[in-house]
């Protein structure tokens, strides 16, 4: 217990009024959205402790210049052996010393890993629940989102770590390898303040990986390893990495299955949209309906549905799928169309529609990735794809149950079913249960995006 000789807030410092008294697991600045400088959070850890500058300074062996250099941002980031040191005397974890030393390091890097413009979350309850006890319950440390494009995999990542971060104190690291510069081998940019080891980790050595494990060590943290690609060969690192660090769990998410095990799969389907016969009352209940209207009143506050306009927006719901990237551009057309002008071109054009408007936005090429998607598959599979895009094998519109499919097709049940299992995990295709037999559909985006393809 250090002795309490000089006040440890030296005159014109002003104190926080609200340090928070949970301790280092989680305080305030410790890496949120929004982290504060490091100076501010060395000064927030130190205040927290109980401790004077000079008091830090003599337990870490810095000088006491060298710690107000620190404090008030002259000095922006300490050198390693000097973090090291003030790591030590504050008696910090790995994890917290890294997110003392890193802006956005750990924790979630604002800008980055939450989309920008994002609204509430939406739907996803069971989901969020199941992710949240698979990863509690220690019964599964390795977890892979998959799902198409715009589906919500990065959203729901984003909403189990901060449920996991808020509820069991754990630290989420977010590392997302779905960078375009990452990918084609160009410099590095991206998260401010993200150390380029973190980043390094699925691409290069067995360096930048014994840091990551000496970071996490045997701290309960989730990795989240978002947009992940078969070629980024994940199964070996993240093998090493569950070995290594004995309380880790780790989040993939990917569009592509290849080269995950099996066994860890998490399909996420797009969000529910209404019966065509749904009450006008009660189609703000269903997800999609609720996400299209929170995102057009964000963009139109003065927007107030009608009952009329309301079975617009079910319409659009329904053609775009319920698929929250393609509703959320729905939204943006919608400054410029009438959402009934907009159901009536989404019936034909539903990918003009699904991408954004150009208004600066990067990347006009809406579901660009569905078009890989497909052109990925075998070729029995696109012409199955392609049979159950029209038509359909019985009374339900669109649905087709795996017989019918085999039927049409000239195929056993049995290779049909895989071919069909295989569509489901990509998302391509809509299940629903009619009459306790599994149907399913073609997304009216992968329909149109794979018939683009084919032309
Ligand atoms: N359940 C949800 N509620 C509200 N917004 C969502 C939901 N799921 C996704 N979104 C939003 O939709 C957009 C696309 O989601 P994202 O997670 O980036 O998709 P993916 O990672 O599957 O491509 C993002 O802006 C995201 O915030
Ligand atoms: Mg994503």
């Given at each position: 217990?250090?002795?309490?000789?000089?006040?440890?807030?030296?005159?014109?410092?002003?104190?926080?009024?609200?340090?928070?008294?949970?301790?280092?697991?989680?305080?305030?600045?410790?890496?949120?959205?929004?982290?504060?400088?490091?100076?501010?959070?060395?000064?927030?850890?130190?205040?927290?402790?109980?401790?004077?500058?000079?008091q830090?300074?003599?337990?870490?062996?810095?000088?006491?210049?060298a710690?107000?250099?620190l404090?008030?941002?002259?000095?922006?980031?300490?050198?390693?052996?000097?973090?090291?040191?003030?790591?030590?005397?504050?008696?910090?974890?790995?994890?917290?010393?890294?997110?003392?030393?890193?802006?956005?390091?750990?924790?979630f890097?604002?800008?980055?890993?939450?989309?920008?413009?994002?609204?509430?979350?939406?739907?996803?309850?069971?989901?969020?629940?199941?992710?949240?006890?698979?990863?509690?319950?220690?019964?599964?440390?390795?977890?892979?989102?998959?799902?198409?494009?715009?589906?919500?995999?990065?959203?729901?990542?984003?909403?189990?770590?901060?449920?996991?971060?808020?509820?069991?104190?754990?630290?989420?690291?977010?590392?997302?390898?779905?960078?375009?510069?990452?990918?084609?081998?160009?410099?590095?940019?991206?998260?401010?303040?993200?150390?380029?080891?973190?980043?390094?980790?699925?691409?290069?050595?067995?360096?930048?990986?014994?840091?990551?494990?000496?970071?996490?060590?045997?701290?309960?943290?989730?990795?989240?390893?978002?947009?992940?690609?078969?070629?980024d060969?994940?199964?070996?690192?993240?093998?090493?990495?569950?070995?290594?660090?004995?309380?880790?769990?780790?989040?993939?998410?990917?569009?592509?299955?290849?080269?995950?095990?099996?066994?860890?799969?998490?399909?996420?389907?797009?969000?529910?949209?209404?019966?065509?016969?749904?009450?006008?009352?009660?189609?703000?209940?269903?997800?999609?309906?609720?996400?299209l209207?929170?995102?057009?009143?964000?963009?139109?506050?003065?927007?107030?549905p009608?009952?009329?306009?309301?079975?617009?927006?079910?319409?659009?719901?329904?053609?775009?799928?319920?698929?929250?990237?393609?509703?959320?551009?729905?939204?943006?057309?919608?400054?410029?169309?009438?959402?009934?002008?907009?159901?009536?071109?989404?019936?034909?054009?539903?990918?003009?529609?699904?991408?954004?408007?150009h208004?600066?936005?990067?990347q006009?090429?809406?579901?660009?990735?569905?078009?890989?998607?497909?052109?990925?598959?075998?070729?029995?599979?696109?012409?199955?794809?392609a049979?159950?895009?029209h038509?359909?094998?019985?009374?339900?519109?669109?649905?087709?149950?795996?017989?019918?499919?085999?039927?049409?097709?000239?195929?056993?049940?049995?290779?049909?079913?895989?071919?069909?299992?295989?569509?489901?995990?990509?998302?391509?295709?809509?299940?629903?249960?009619?009459?306790?037999?599994?149907?399913?559909?073609?997304?009216?985006?992968?329909?149109?995006?794979?018939?683009?393809?084919?032309?």
């Amino acid at each position: 217990m250090p002795l309490r000789r000089e006040p440890i807030v030296a005159a014109g410092e002003s104190i926080r009024q609200n340090v928070p008294t949970g301790f280092l697991q989680n305080w305030a600045d410790g890496g949120g959205i929004g982290a504060a400088p490091f100076g501010r959070r060395l000064r927030n850890l130190r205040l927290q402790m109980g401790l004077s500058q000079k008091q830090l300074a003599r337990s870490s062996t810095l000088s006491v210049r060298a710690i107000r250099d620190l404090e008030n941002g002259r000095v922006r980031q300490p050198r390693a052996d000097s973090l090291r040191l003030l790591a030590d005397a504050l008696g910090l974890s790995a994890p917290q010393m890294n997110r003392l030393a890193n802006d956005h390091a750990l924790g979630f890097l604002a800008g980055t890993a939450e989309p920008a413009g994002s609204g509430p979350f939406i739907g996803r309850e069971q989901e969020l629940a199941a992710l949240t006890t698979m990863f509690g319950a220690e019964h599964h440390r390795l977890v892979t989102i998959i799902g198409i494009e715009g589906v919500g995999k990065t959203r729901l990542a984003l909403e189990v770590a901060r449920a996991l971060e808020a509820a069991e104190h754990w630290t989420a690291l977010w590392l997302p390898p779905d960078d375009g510069q990452l990918r084609s081998g160009r410099a590095l940019v991206g998260a401010p303040g993200q150390p380029t080891w973190l980043r390094e980790v699925v691409h290069s050595g067995p360096d930048s990986r014994r840091r990551l494990v000496e970071t996490i060590g045997g701290s309960n943290a989730l990795l989240v390893l978002d947009g992940a690609r078969p070629e980024d060969e994940l199964v070996d690192i993240t093998a090493h990495l569950l070995a290594a660090c004995p309380r880790l769990r780790i989040l993939v998410t990917t569009r592509n299955p290849g080269g995950m095990p099996l066994d860890t799969l998490f399909p996420l389907a797009p969000l529910p949209v209404p019966p065509s016969d749904t009450e006008p009352a009660d189609l703000d209940k269903v997800a999609s309906v609720a996400l299209l209207l929170a995102q057009t009143k964000r963009i139109q506050p003065a927007f107030r549905p009608d009952p009329h306009v309301l079975a617009d927006v079910a319409r659009i719901c329904r053609a775009l799928d319920g698929l929250p990237a393609a509703l959320e551009s729905a939204a943006h057309w919608s400054l410029i169309y009438s959402l009934r002008e907009l159901a009536h071109q989404i019936a034909t054009e539903p990918l003009t529609v699904a991408r954004r408007p150009h208004g600066g936005h990067r990347q006009p090429d809406a579901y660009a990735s569905v078009h890989d998607t497909v052109a990925a598959l075998s070729s029995r599979q696109r012409d199955l794809l392609a049979t159950m895009s029209h038509g359909s094998s019985g009374e339900m519109d669109g649905y087709w149950s795996v017989p019918g499919v085999a039927d049409k097709m000239g195929l056993t049940a049995a290779e049909c079913a895989d071919d069909i299992y295989h569509l489901l995990i990509l998302g391509i295709l809509r299940r629903v249960d009619h009459h306790d037999v599994a149907m399913f559909r073609v997304l009216n985006i992968v329909s149109v995006a794979g018939q683009n393809a084919a032309a």
